[in-house]
């Protein structure tokens, strides 16, 4: 069974760019592989490979270095912005939102209002 999450990134200018993951997006993965991720790379880096994402469907599963996600292959583009950020996505479990300047990450589960 997958656990569905969607990962964004905070612009500066307070816009998200996001994508959706399709497996592993419970806090106990995600997190450390965030913070991974952020340690080896930047959040301008995770922006561009949420961006890449999008043109694919989504992410399959989120490594901690690019060579270790895996891309969906759909031919639809999946697009999060800020505009649809709280929505569902696919039965979405959890929101992983980093802010780019500070590297904080905001976590908000479905089952919290």
Known sequence: MSTHCALGVKMK???IIGCYVHYDG????MMPTIRDYLRLNTTTALAILIARAQTTGGIRSFGKLNSETDFLED???YVITSQNWKEDH???HAWYL???DTEDIEVRHAWVS
């Open 75 to 77: 031919p639809d583009p």
């Open 26 to 29: 419970y806090e106990e993965h």
């Open 90 to 92: 696919y039965g979405t």
């Open 98 to 100: 980093v802010d780019h």
């Open 13 to 15: 200018n307070g816009s």
